[in-house]
């Protein structure tokens, strides 16, 4: 199976779950279980899964093929070799591959002067008028062609403008730019550019990532710190004609292997193994070749033999093309495929299926309580007036007075419900005070402060060191309140659960720890490029240290506005249970006291008020097994594995 299928076979589970989903809206709102709380999360969780990506990153230094192999996996059947691929520096900006259906299809591209600036990539996103926008002509494979190539445009600017733009002149490194005779040298004319192109991989949500090489990468912050760490597959490839030098070490090291980086879903390619294709060696000598300098890779890159895959992604495309399965096979290609839609895919739909899981069962767990208080309180009040037949007038009297004591028993109970939701509000607002943005933004500016005061390495690594200790207190603060919170709901679920018998369950629970990770990540990054970071210091070039800087602390923004969203959804969670089911509370009490002395007025109507009764019993028991079918089914889809084998047995 191509990673074309299988990636095909999860947008197909996708959407079924998100039918099933879309069933539970439908008839929670038709029977009015839902309020504007559910609506809001099941809409929320339909666009999620409606626009949930997939991230694929291409990495490696200038001309290994990750164009190459970009139109060998993903764009063969254009019939054509879709992204620029040539010798010597081809792609030279980082270019994404999407499909966004709200924009025409084109190529919008990042002028590179926009260096210049302090702003990232991801802040000029949010202004189009800053990005030149080409129109796609997706009817012509040729006028595509020709469109695309602007992500290889280059200018000639001097040396002080090469500079100014963060550009490695001279003799430092080996992401250097060669400066030319007459002083000029030539740069990426672009930043960044985006393809917005209709291709049916890219329209379920697929995005490509494919980077220049010559260490570009280490210029923009956010490839490193935000792209390639967040992409759900990054491909690291090599060159067999070139074995693993120093610049793919460096990397290597910096990008894929780095500390405290995901392990899950990195796969390296030795590509170009065509090569070693010689009519005068056996197909067993070849073998023999390929897999010894696999080994040599392995060794260097300190990984298992079998997580390198060698291809040639040149013949791959080609046979794809003209439709040669025995060059397919010899290139190796569908081996990479597979291996990347198993380590892909599965993940993928893990987090998917997570996500969705969590929150359809306290969906369903919110209704069925719902439902299932109502159905003990209509039963109670049916043994009452079951109890009442052929009664004389005293006993309704006297279960009058027990619903009227119940009643105000329930009403004192309440106030200690108001007493609790005052506290609740105050805890809420002592967390949203230590995870809030205004105190991240006042660090934020004092840090940069102090970097643009700096002049030893010591100060800039106080000041970073400043700012993460200084976050992560803000996160451990929050954490107090946050187990306060769940502490004093848990207790007040108990004490209405125990002595008013509402079906509360206990309170759901919140953790901060994906928030504490990222900034340990975050801070093992900023550690490992503190001597770049002084290096370009010394060099006045702090326009850049600070570049660094406002893209780390944008991620850290990132990361509390992220904890503030999900925090503000957690006690939602946990108050609306309660306040819904005080509510139900207070309605059946009152319900029963009136239909006690309707009867107590006129016993006639009692038959009459018990037939009413069972019918709305058996109402309520219907509504609680639909809702048990509609999220078994949903369940039912969550547990399918996305196995294209399994489909198509479904579908003979
Ligand atoms: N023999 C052979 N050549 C290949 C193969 N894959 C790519 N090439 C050639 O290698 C050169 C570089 O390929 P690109 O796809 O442009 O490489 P890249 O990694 O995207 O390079 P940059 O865009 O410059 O970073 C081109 O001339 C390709 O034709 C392969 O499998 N075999
Ligand atoms: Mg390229």
Redesign the pocket.
């Known amino acids: 199976m191509s990673l074309a299928q299988q990636f095909a076979a999860y947008a197909e589970w996708r959407s079924q779950l998100g039918e099933g989903i879309e069933r539970l809206r439908d008839w929670l709102a038709e029977n009015e279980l839902n309020d504007a709380q559910t609506d809001l999360r099941l809409t929320q969780l339909l666009d999620r899964l409606h626009e949930d990506r997939l991230h694929v990153a ?1 990495v ?13 996996i993903f764009f063969a059947d254009y019939g054509n070799r879709m ?10 900006c980082p270019t994404e591959l999407m499909y966004d259906p709200a924009k025409p299809p084109c190529v919008e591209l990042l002028p590179i002067e926009t260096r210049a600036s302090n702003a990232g990539v991801a802040e000029y996103r949010r202004f189009p008028e800053e990005w030149r926008n080409v129109p796609l002509d997706t009817a012509s494979a040729e006028a595509m062609q020709e469109t695309l190539r602007h992500v ?1 445009e280059t200018i000639r600017v001097d040396r002080a403008t090469a500079e100014k733009l963060g550009f490695d002149l001279g003799d430092e490194g080996a992401g250097a730019l060669h400066v030319a005779a007459d002083g000029q040298v030539e740069i990426p004319r672009w930043r960044h550019a985006v393809i917005n192109f209709p291709h049916p991989l890219l329209k379920q949500g697929l995005v490509i990532l ?5 260490n570009a990468i280490g210029t923009e912050p956010e490839l490193t710190l935000s792209l390639l760490p967040n992409a759900h597959a990054v491909l690291f ?1 090599l ?3 070139t074995g693993v030098t120093q610049s793919d070490l460096a990397i290597w090291k910096e990008h894929i292997d780095a500390p405290g980086g995901r392990k899950k879903g990195r796969l390296v390619v030795l ?5 070693q294709w010689d009519e005068l060696k056996s197909e067993a000598e070849i073998d023999f070749e390929i897999a010894r300098q696999v080994g040599n890779c392995a060794n260097i890159l300190n990984l298992p033999a079998n997580q390198i895959f060698p ?7 080609v046979a794809k093309i003209t439709d040669d399965p025995a060059l397919l096979a010899k ?1 190796r290609v569908p081996e990479l495929e597979r291996a990347l839609s198993e380590e892909l895919i599965p993940a993928k739909q893990e987090i998917v299926r997570d996500d969705t899981a969590g929150e359809v069962g306290e969906l369903d767990a919110r209704a069925r309580g719902l439902l299932e208080s109502r159905l003990a309180g209509l039963r109670e009040q049916l043994s009452e007036l079951t109890e009442l037949r052929g009664k004389n007038r005293g006993v309704v009297e006297y279960m009058m007075g027990k619903v009227r004591t119940e009643k105000e028993e329930f009403e004192a109970g309440l106030q200690r419900y108001y007493a609790v939701r005052s506290v609740f509000s105050t805890l809420t607002n002592k967390l949203f005070a230590h995870l809030g943005l205004d105190a991240l933004r006042a660090l934020t500016q004092s840090t940069r402060e102090a970097m643009q005061e700096a002049t030893f390495s010591r100060q800039l690594s106080e000041a970073m060191a400043n700012f993460f200790t200084v976050s992560r207190e803000a996160l451990s603060k929050s954490k107090g309140e946050v187990d306060e919170i769940h502490r004093m709901m848990e207790a007040i679920y108990r004490k209405f659960a125990v002595e008013h018998g509402l079906k509360l369950g206990s309170p759901a629970g919140f953790s901060l720890l994906r928030y504490e990770k990222e900034l340990d990540r975050l801070e093992t990054w900023c550690d490992t490029h503190l001597n770049t970071m002084f290096q370009l210091l010394r060099h006045e070039k702090g326009h850049l240290t600070q570049k660094f800087f406002e893209e780390v602390a944008l991620q850290v923004r990132r990361a509390f506005e992220h904890a503030n969203r999900h925090a503000e959804g957690w006690l939602k969670t946990i108050m609306a249970p309660m306040e819904t089911q005080v509510r139900e509370h207070q309605i059946q009490l009152k319900r029963r006291l009136e239909s006690i002395k309707r009867i107590h007025q006129a016993t006639d109507t009692l038959e009459e008020r018990i037939g009413e009764l069972t019918h709305v019993e058996a109402t309520l028991s219907e509504q609680l097994r639909s809702l048990a079918a509609i999220t078994g089914g949903i369940r039912q889809s969550l547990r399918t594995e996305v196995d294209p084998r399994d489909q198509m047995v479904v579908n003979l």
């Open positions: 291409f490696a230094e200038f001309s290994r093929g990750k164009s190459e192999l970009i139109n060998a992204l620029p691929s040539s010798a010597g520096r081809t792609t030279m290889s494919d980077t220049p090489g010559l490839i060159a067999a004609d590509n170009k193994i065509d090569g291809v040639s992604a040149q013949k791959g495309l290139s």
